[in-house]
């Protein structure tokens, strides 16, 4: 594992994500607050990469950035090939849908939605017909092992199951990106290996390039590259 | 990392927005509430103020109201020779006669549109037997003439009942308009008064009263006077206090409007609370951390029940308060309808007591104790072990 | 899976609210109901009030007679069919004071042409013609006060003093809604002959059935115009007309009737608008995972205003559904059968029924445009921020 943040991947994989000087201002009342200042990091695609840091160190800004949830304060910012900063809201959105897959630490499904109904809801905004939707995510399922389980209501389903459905959502529009948010946070050892397990299957067979905020050292193991932020800026060990 | 305040903001805001939601919801139950009670205290007020207790108004026997009611000029002096009633400054028994007819006039402002207005023929003393009444512009009809004064309460109301304007009694009648006179508020205040012979001639009612009106001694001499009055059986007539004859008139109208202004608030007052508890239910929800630290703490259930119970008590009352508030705007209104039983267009405003104030806020507040007992209950119940859930 | 199916599952959600909320909404609902149809059982006295007939009165006063022979001046007018006369006897039952029933002393000749809509069976009809002290009462009092044909009863007279005798001849019903079902009618020959000299050959209107409705205002004038240069004058109008300037007399009524009415849906939108506000303040992070996955704004919004018209109609409809037995079969008899003259007919109508519905779902929109509003404002990181 390459801990070195600044060692740039010399070889025939492309750049999935590159920020160049990225800056990112909170203002907190008068007070600016520079969470990310003038940051640069890359991943080559096909990475698996891990984001660690103390509470308040930029970490989650990062990933926003990255996914284009939020937009950078000043700094040039290339996520698969285009820049999210550039788009109208609306074209953000169209792109995310299209390019990114989310996996966050709790809460993820509509509980009112089946695990199947869950997984289909991204394909819920390309033209696809239902029968299309619910093949497509019945796939998905089965990559997870999940698929007995596709008529189960969140409530039915235990911790580790409910986020290897959420796994199957972010896969099932075949997005390049997957992005991370403490994934195993709330989920006991067992558990946690399990979708650890799935993540790296994921990135190694499928080629996914994943970006994982995370807490737990053993989730870190994972990852093909370890990043450390502090105080929003990359730490050089 | 620093946390954007605009959420917080935002959540604060709807909860606002809730409290405002349920606090309204009650305030316009109070307003309806206070409002139908006013306006059916406005029409007993109006009815009861034109009629004295001790003054016995006679009618023929067997009939309802003035207008059904007729006997003959003889009687009058009959009855003021009668035990109990008053004798006036000149030593006259204060006894005088009305003839009340119902008279069809053009509505002002609605075009085409006629209504009935009562007009009263009245005798010269009448002022001196109603001291109530008064003439507040121009000056009394003189008797024997084609004069009249209007009650103020039909000011603007109708073609021709103006000061100085004319209106016609019958064809080929016109009547001119002198004065303008108030009556304490009561019902006299939507009449017409004219001379009695005049109205006499116009209708073919010579020599006829509909009603008399005797001031007596005071209201304990009433007894006395019934019994002579209706026991010679030759005078075929029948009396009862004015102000129980207005009480009567009145009965109808108020009846409905005050029973409709019951059902509408019964509902009304259950919609509120189903709201109300709502919100509550909502709050306790939301702040079952707080609640569990509570207790926690050491509070009793009870304490936990009392301070939820002051919550939805406070919020309630606040829109009661609110509610009441409003429905004071409407006494600046009257309201025109007509009377079921005596068939005349009466105006009457809302008129607001102490009592029906406060009653209405209380109503109020009782809807949040309604509304808001299960959700305080629920809030009771929760355990100390939830202040550490997250 | 669509918005429909989306929106009633998440109405399902949380179940106590959403029926409480309809309940809520169900109650304010009915009471609406209940108002519209006092305010057009009202009304519909003289939206029914038969057109093609036409009342002559006293110009100056009602309380005032026409002579007698007006009657046949009145029937000579082209384009009157029947004309009758008619009196108020304003009689009440002599132990049931309070109980207010029309009393009405009609000439034998025309009244079945002229009140055509009367249902009485033939044998009645002739007994009443038969009988001078005959009388047809309405099914409604019939019921109040016991009496059955052939009774022998009596009325206290308030205009016409005394106690006064008649035989129940008939008992009327109606299909039609020009009539009220408790009036009493007997004949102007048996209130006549006993009363005093001068009031004798007075009729207090004459009631006259006419060809043609259109031409009701036309041949009013006319009548009129018959009387315009004698000593007594007349005033002419179709019954619905009458009835119209009757109601105009409670406009006043009428409109704080329509207020209360606004107030209500007032009340509803509050109730509609509390309960998604919580829903959606409640479901925050779950809009900000649907809002990263790439749904926009404007999804959000519909989701919540298409469930919150899903509670509205929920709640209008419940409401409707208590507002059949309780409005017209509870409330609706009750006024019916004490006040027959301003409620002959209390039933919901059409119009009010798909009126509260409407209200339902339209409410619902309206409530949730806020709550809307402010979930597609919020920023995605913000909602993603809210936990639970």
């Known amino acids: 594992m390459n801990t070195s943040a600044t060692a740039i991947n010399k070889g025939a994989a492309s750049n999935i994500i590159e920020l160049k000087g990225v800056t990112k201002i909170y203002m907190r009342g008068k007070e600016r607050l520079a969470v990310l200042q003038d940051l640069d990091f890359t991943v080559p695609e096909g990475s698996f990469e891990a984001l660690m840091g103390p509470s308040g160190s930029g970490k989650s800004t990062l990933l926003n950035l990255i996914a284009g949830l939020d937009t950078a304060s000043s700094g040039r910012l290339t996520v698969a090939g285009a820049d999210p900063a550039a788009m109208s809201e609306g074209e953000r959105a169209k792109w995310r849908s299209r390019n990114i897959g989310f996996i966050f630490q709790t809460y993820n499904m509509m509980p009112v939605l089946t695990a199947l109904e869950n997984v289909e809801l991204p394909l819920m905004l390309t033209k696809l017909s239902g029968a299309e939707r619910r093949q497509r995510a019945q796939t998905a399922l089965r990559i997870v092992g999940l698929e007995d389980r596709m008529g189960h209501y969140p409530r039915q389903l235990s911790g580790g199951q409910e986020q290897r459905v959420t796994i199957a959502r972010a896969i099932v529009t075949d997005p390049k990106l997957l992005v991370a948010d403490e994934p195993t946070g709330d989920l006991d050892r067992k558990s946690a290996d399990e979708i650890l397990d799935l993540l790296q299957r994921l990135n190694k067979e499928q080629g996914k390039t994943i970006v994982m905020v995370t807490h737990d050292p053993a989730a870190a193991e994972r990852a093909t590259r370890l990043n450390r932020l502090d105080k929003g800026a990359l730490v050089i060990d | ?390 | 899976m669509n918005i429909a199916t989306l929106a009633a599952r998440n109405v399902l959600r949380n179940k106590f609210r959403t029926i409480a909320t309809a309940l809520g909404v169900g109650i304010a609902i009915l009471t609406f109901v209940l108002l519209r149809t006092v305010v057009s059982a009202w009304s519909d006295a003289a939206e029914y009030a038969a057109q093609d007939r036409v009342a002559t009165r006293h110009k100056v006063s009602f309380i005032m007679s026409l002579p007698r022979r007006y009657v046949n001046d009145i029937q000579q007018v082209s384009g009157v069919q029947h004309a009758m006369a008619a009196s108020w006897f304003g009689g009440k039952h002599p132990v049931h004071e309070k109980d207010f029933f029309a009393t009405l002393a009609v000439d034998k000749d025309n009244f079945f042409q002229v009140y055509n809509e009367l249902e009485v069976p033939d044998e009645q009809r002739a007994s009443w013609l038969g009988n001078r002290r005959g009388a047809i009462v309405g099914r409604v009092i019939a019921k109040k006060f016991g009496w059955k044909v052939g009774d022998r009863v009596k009325l206290a007279g308030t205009i016409y003093p005394g106690d006064w005798e008649f035989d129940i001849s008939g008992i009327y019903d109606s299909k039609r809604r020009s009539i009220d079902l408790a009036t009493f009618f007997f004949h102007w020959d048996y209130l006549n002959e006993s009363v005093e000299a001068r009031s004798k050959d007075q009729v207090g209107w004459v009631v006259s059935r006419i060809d043609s409705s259109a031409r009701s205002a036309e041949i009013s004038k006319t009548i009129d115009g018959i009387f315009e240069e004698r000593d007594i004058q007349t005033l002419s109008m179709s019954e619905k007309a009458l009835n119209n300037s009757f109601l105009g007399m409670f406009s006043a009524m009428l409109k704080a009737m329509d207020f209360i009415s606004v107030v209500i849906l007032a009340i509803v939108l509050m109730i509609l608008g509390n309960t998604v506000a919580m829903g959606v303040r409640e479901r925050t992070h779950e809009y900000g995972v649907l809002r990263a996955i790439g749904f926009l704004p404007r999804h959000l919004a519909t989701f919540i205003l298409t469930e919150a018209a899903l509670i509205g109609a929920v709640g209008g409809g419940f409401g409707l559904l208590i507002s059949y037995p309780i409005v017209e079969k509870g409330i609706g008899r009750f006024l019916e059968e004490n006040m027959q003259g301003m409620f002959p007919y209390f039933r919901i109508s059409a119009s009010t029924a798909v009126a509260a519905l409407a209200c339902g779902l339209v409410l619902g929109l309206l409530a949730a445009i806020v709550p809307a509003y402010n979930a597609s404002k919020l920023g995605v990181v913000d909602a993603l921020r809210r936990v639970g």
């Open chain 2, 1 to 390: 990392m620093a946390i954007p305040f605009t959420y917080n903001l935002r959540s604060l805001f709807v909860r606002k927005a809730t409290t405002f939601a349920t606090a309204g919801g009650i305030a316009l139950v109070v307003f309806v509430l206070a409002s139908s009670q006013m306006l059916s205290n406005g029409i007993k007020e109006t009815f009861i103020s034109s009629g004295s207790a001790s003054n016995a108004l006679i009618l023929r026997k067997g009939s309802d109201n003035e207008l059904s009611s007729g006997f003959e000029n003889k009687f009058l002096n009959l009855l003021g020779a009668a035990p109990g009633v008053k004798q006036g400054a000149d030593g006259k028994a204060l006894v005088t006669g009305d003839l009340v007819v119902v008279l069809a006039l053009d509505k002002l402002g609605a075009e085409g549109q006629v209504s009935n207005v009562q007009v009263r023929g009245v005798m010269a003393n009448t002022f001196e037997v109603r001291p109530q009444a008064r003439i507040i512009e121009g000056r009394p009809a003189a008797p024997g003439t084609d004069e009249a004064i209007v009650g103020k309460g039909m000011l603007g109301r109708f073609r021709g009942l103006e000061l100085g304007k004319q209106f016609d009694l019958k064809k080929n009648r016109p009547v001119t308009v002198v004065g303008v006179f108030e009556a304490g508020g009561s019902a006299f205040e939507s009449e017409v008064w004219v001379d009695i012979e005049t109205l006499r001639t116009s209708f073919g009612r010579q020599g006829l009263f509909s009603s008399a009106l005797a001031v007596l001694d005071s209201a304990s001499k009433y007894d006395a006077f019934e019994a002579a009055v209706e026991s010679d059986k030759q005078l075929g007539l029948e009396t009862e206090r004015e102000r129980t004859y207005y009480e009567k008139a009145s009965e109808g109208t108020a009846m409905v409007i005050q029973g409709l202004g019951m059902v509408v608030f019964f509902f009304f007052s259950l919609g509120a609370m189903i709201g109300a508890m709502i919100t509550m239910y909502g709050a306790v929800s939301q702040r079952t951390r707080e609640v569990g630290t509570l207790r926690a703490l050491g509070f009793s259930r009870g304490a936990i029940l009392v301070a939820f119970l002051a919550e939805s008590f406070v919020l309630a009352l606040a829109g009661g308060v609110i509610g009441a508030a409003a429905s004071l705007v409407t006494t600046a209104f009257k309201l025109s309808t007509m009377n079921y039983d005596t068939w005349q267009e009466v105006s009457f405003s809302f008129t607001a007591t102490p009592g029906i104030l406060f009653g209405a806020v209380a109503a109020g507040g009782m809807m949040g104790i309604i509304g808001g007992f299960l959700p305080a209950l629920k809030a009771a119940r929760t355990s100390p072990i939830a202040a550490m859930r997250g």
